[in-house]
């Protein structure tokens, strides 16, 4: 397996695995199913006026005469034939009161939205992967003891918990994967890891069972794989460089590289940015991203009212009810599948023209199925072809409803707005699960309701909805961001207004403007974090100092008169200066003096004119400097012994102590 490609088809995995879980949601097509005839024992067969075996007219003509031509016990068994074993078929739980009205798809749809108001906020807090992982450790269980007890009531209330679970798994788990997985792949590999290939494994778990609690054993089973995976696979490092978090980031990221097998690849070449919060707030307030916030919470209203109003009401677009789910599964697969693959070549097909065109078909396919129920051509091959088309079209709305959300709006408040969303979606979920009634009194009516919302939405999404193909989602809302920083550099963002800087041009500021994304190798030690807090301090507003003048060098000083014509006079006798340093002068006088002439306390500043002259006479005593001469500590030394010593000096060239004179002077 390709290193790039790795990590991609392991979450594509783990993806497709959970949507096995998620799709409890439509195996209450099954759990609902109940057949469209029925024979009572004494061979009384009906058509079923509900989903209760009860509700059928006695006085009505018998399906199976016993005076009718051909085989009766052949008609008995086609009538009686029961598809599949169901939770509605072992309870009767519609024929009470109560029941008629809270529907099991109800409950279901009533825990997912209870889950998406609270799980969606806990994952932005705690963790994209936290959440999903105790999603499915919860669900599981709660899936396997709905299908072991044997009351109505008990059995309620694990399907609404299991619904609780399941939009950990959706919403949470489809954020994960989006984040984990290379912007320029998605498309391609949630081809593959679908929710209609996850329909396709729950018909054929309940073909192969041919009951529900059977069914429900295998699915949990296959779900429970999930669980290592995701706890060997790390958090999302968006998240965490979102958090601030970059230690744990850099972890996340060595993990992937580790998996990967690669050095350099979409999971750790990566910027660090100095990124802004975005608050719920700053979404209201920001018209760019209200109205795509407002667009994504309509969208996923409508679709998914439309979308579960075909669903839930087809389990007779075929008499046999494997073939339909299947065939819907299957259309809607081949579909994706198609666009996945193609999706790299049609640079135009953004997820706004994928949404409209597929809206734009389901549209059409309403329209064919009024017209074949008023004709009468329910269960013909047309009806088929346009019920299944329908739901594969609306399907891929929604497909691009979820693209559309996790790269439109800011990583702080995806998961946020993502469970907002799913809470829009499955308040119309619970709206279509209140129309399966018209079914039994004017089917038509189920699709006007959907043509009505269908051609509102595809008139607001062409003129609202904003084209997001591609999009650096850490990017998203980040109007003003900090300095890029590197693994071993700093690399400062030029504005793409700013004028060309000068070594003399202040600092800027305000925070600079990114011109084109800098990859930068992660940051592997704490270390690195100090780089972080140093780049994060020049953000600040930089405040010009006023640069010290450095103090002028005061000119050549000035010897006085006095002083030059006592050095003529010294020099002149060199024998009188060595008398007068034994019997007059001890060691710590001389240093004085020799310290008082090189420190130049007399500080005399000469005119410009005389510059020249006293330069010149520093040259002339700086040619004898190496011929100075210091007194020797001892007092009671003779001349002699001074010229011994001293070596360099001749007997008849004068000095005296002003010879160590220094170079300043």
């Known amino acids: 397996m390709a290193g790039s490609w790795r990590l991609d088809i392991i979450i594509m995995v783990l993806y497709q695995i959970t949507l096995i879980f998620s799709a409890q949601l439509l195996f209450v097509i099954f759990l609902d199913y109940m057949p469209q005839t029925y024979c009572t024992d004494d061979n009384f067969c009906y058509k079923l006026q509900s989903k209760c ?4 007219d006695a006085n009505a003509l018998n399906l199976c005469p016993v005076n009718m031509t051909g085989s009766r016990r052949d008609c008995i068994v086609e009538h009686k034939t029961l598809y599949f074993y169901s939770a509605q078929f072992e309870y009767q739980q519609n024929c009470g009161a109560f029941y008629k009205v809270v529907h099991l798809s109800t409950v279901t749809f009533i825990g997912t939205l209870l889950g998406n108001i609270v799980l969606g906020i806990l994952a932005d807090k705690y963790g994209r992967r936290t959440i999903y992982f105790l999603s499915i450790l ?7 003891i709905s299908a072991s007890v044997d009351n109505v009531v008990v059995f309620y209330i694990f399907r609404t918990l299991v619904g609780i679970a399941i939009s950990g798994t959706l919403t949470v788990g489809y954020t994960y994967a989006i984040e984990m997985i290379s912007p320029d792949r998605r498309l391609r590999l949630f081809a593959m890891a679908n929710w209609p290939n996850a329909r396709m494994v729950q018909v054929l778990f309940a073909y192969i069972s041919q009951e529900w609690t059977r069914t429900t054993y295998v699915s949990a089973s296959i779900s429970s794989l999930a669980l290592p995976i995701l706890w060997w696979l790390p958090e999302s490092p968006i998240w965490l460089e979102q958090k601030d978090k970059y230690e744990e980031a850099s972890r996340a990221r060595k993990r992937i590289e580790r998996i990967s097998g690669v050095s350099a690849d979409h999971h750790n070449n990566y910027e660090m940015v100095a990124f802004e919060k975005v608050t719920p707030k700053r979404i209201l307030m920001n018209p760019k991203l209200r109205t795509s916030f407002l667009m994504i919470l309509f969208m996923y209203f409508y679709v998914g009212l439309a979308v579960y109003i075909t669903d839930l009401n087809g389990a007779d ?6 073939l339909g789910q299947f065939l819907a599964g299957l259309v809607l697969s081949i579909a994706q599948f198609i666009i996945g693959m193609t999706e790299p070549y049609l640079t135009g097909m953004g997820r706004r023209v994928l949404f409209l065109f597929s809206q734009l078909i389901a549209i059409i396919c309403y329209i064919l199925i009024v017209i074949c129920l008023y004709l009468n051509w329910k269960g013909s091959f047309t009806y088929l072809a346009a019920y299944t088309i329908a739901y594969a079209s609306q399907s891929i709305c929604l497909e691009a409803a979820y693209l559309s959300l996790v790269e439109l709006m800011p990583t702080d408040v995806r998961a946020t707005v993502g469970s907002i969303a799913n809470i829009c979606m499955k308040v119309g979920s619970l709206l279509a699960t209140e129309t399966q009634a018209l079914k039994f009194t004017y089917e038509p009516a189920l699709f006007f309701i959907n043509l009505v919302f269908c051609v509102i939405g595809i008139v607001l999404v062409f003129f609202c909805l904003e084209e997001s193909r591609e999009a650096d989602m850490k990017m998203v809302g980040q109007t003003a961001i900090g300095k890029i920083f ?17 070594p003399d041009a202040p600092a800027p500021e305000s925070p600079l403007v990114i011109a084109e994304p800098v990859t930068a190798k992660p940051l592997v030690s704490k270390e690195q974090l100090k780089i972080i807090e140093k780049n994060n301090a020049r953000n600040k507003l930089i405040v010009e100092k006023p640069i010290p003048k450095k103090k002028e060098k005061q000119g050549p000083v000035e010897i006085p008169t006095p002083v030059r014509k006592q050095l003529e006079n010294e020099k002149a006798t060199s024998d009188e200066s060595l008398k007068t340093m034994e019997t ?3 060691t710590e006088e001389s240093k ?3 310290l008082e002439s090189k420190t130049g306390e007399m500080n005399i500043n000469l005119p410009k004119s005389l510059v020249k002259s006293v330069e010149e006479q520093k040259n002339s005593l700086a040619d004898t400097q190496e011929n100075d001469w210091t007194p020797l500590p001892s007092e009671n030394k003779s001349a002699a012994k001074a010229r ?13 102590r002003y010879d160590n004179e220094s170079e300043e002077e």
Do not use: H, W
Not at 53 to 56: A, E, G, S, V
Not at 138 to 144: D, K
């Open 486 to 502: 590197a693994y071993d550099e700093e690399v400062t963002a030029q504005g793409t207004d700013s004028p060309p800087r000068t």
């Open 592 to 594: 004085e003096v020799s």
């Open 138 to 144: 919860f669900g599981i269980p709660c899936l396997l």
């Open 584 to 586: 007059g002068k001890k």
């Open 644 to 656: 011994e010593q001293l070596g360099k000096r001749p007997s008849q060239n004068t000095f005296s």
């Open 317 to 322: 677009m075929t008499r046999n009810l494997y």
């Open 53 to 56: 075996l009860t509700d059928y």
